[in-house]
């Protein structure tokens, strides 16, 4: 089929492969962005199973901006009699013995460009849950970005807790989360 458009002669077919084509790699980059290929497959589900809480590798999370990424070290404080069969945990074990640090690769986090300051210890202090923010990861047994942090998403949830906050006008006020 063809249209005019300003003179010219267009195939709708041609136009609509080319948003078709471009839709889709705008999709397929989006996702490749919410799923990081890790070093090592690692579970958040097998480690809920055991009744681990968030706080216990993310340590950092109650008192600092960063929650934290456990070090190797601490990995294999378990992990040198636990599943030591697992081809996952020989993986960490070939960092700890290299004597460096897992090179995984960020799910969550804001872009520098953004200046938003960000901190665990605010969200955890208003006894917001995990979940809230990154999805029912208990149940992941890969990591992926399961919420978008956009601004419309952080405002809405702010708007919904105004109350809770020591002065409800510093819930929209862009200086509470913005530098």
């Known amino acids: 089929m063809r249209l005019r458009v300003k003179g010219k002669m267009v195939y709708l077919g041609a136009l609509c492969a080319l948003f078709v084509s471009s839709s889709s790699l705008y999709f ?29 590798c993310h340590k950092y999370s109650g008192q600092s901006r960063e929650a934290g990424i456990p070090s190797v070290r601490f990995c294999m404080t378990c992990h040198s009699s636990v599943r030591v069969d697992s081809p996952e945990v020989q993986k960490v074990a070939q960092y700890f013995k290299r004597k460096e640090e897992v090179p995984w690769v960020r799910v969550y986090g804001f872009p520098d460009h953004s200046h938003v300051y960000f ?51 510093l819930a929209l006020d862009c200086l509470t989360c913005h530098y």
Do not use: Y
């Open 28 to 56: 397929w980059k989006k996702l490749d962005e919410q799923q990081p290929q890790q070093p090592v497959l690692f579970s958040h589900q097998q480690h809920a199973e055991q009744n681990l809480p968030c706080f216990f």
């Open 119 to 169: 901190t665990h210890e605010r969200h955890i202090a208003a006894k917001i849950e995990c979940e809230t923010c990154h999805g029912n990861v208990a149940e992941a047994s890969r990591m992926e970005r399961m919420v978008d942090h956009s601004m419309g998403w952080c405002v809405e949830c702010h708007r919904e807790n105004q109350a809770a906050f020591s002065s409800p006008d």
